[in-house]
């Protein structure tokens, strides 16, 4: 099995096929849906999975949460939570074959 390649703030990731995010109301928390069980994300990882829609850019998400929060830089934070979902398998690379 080949590693994942780091993620950089230029990377456009997507939920994984196989998982789905959505709200639910008690306990008030975003949660990922997979076959094999499910995950109830914090207020900070719900924030940042939420904007993952194929599209965005990691470096983009990161900006967005700075203006949202009113935070300095928040790339290294966004980054990480990112990979942590990456290495999971809950989110992976948009590439650009169709």
């Known amino acids: 099995m080949s590693e994942?390649?780091?993620?950089?703030l230029t990377d456009t990731m997507e939920i994984s096929k196989h998982v789905r995010l959505q709200w639910e109301e008690v306990?008030?928390?975003y949660v990922l849906l997979y076959p094999e069980g499910r995950v109830q994300l914090n207020g900070s990882a719900g924030e940042i999975i939420k904007r993952v829609d194929?599209?965005?850019?990691i470096g983009a998400?990161?900006?967005e949460l700075?203006?949202?929060?009113?935070?300095?830089?928040l790339r290294k934070d966004v980054l990480t939570g990112l990979e942590i979902a990456?290495?999971?398998g809950w989110i992976r690379v948009k590439t650009n074959a169709a």
């Open 4 to 8: 994942k390649k780091p993620l950089e």
């Open 27 to 29: 306990p008030k928390a």
């Open 54 to 57: 194929g599209k965005t850019t």
């Open 61 to 63: 998400i990161a900006e």
């Open 66 to 73: 700075q203006k949202s929060f009113n935070e300095p830089d």
């Open 86 to 88: 990456y290495e999971r």
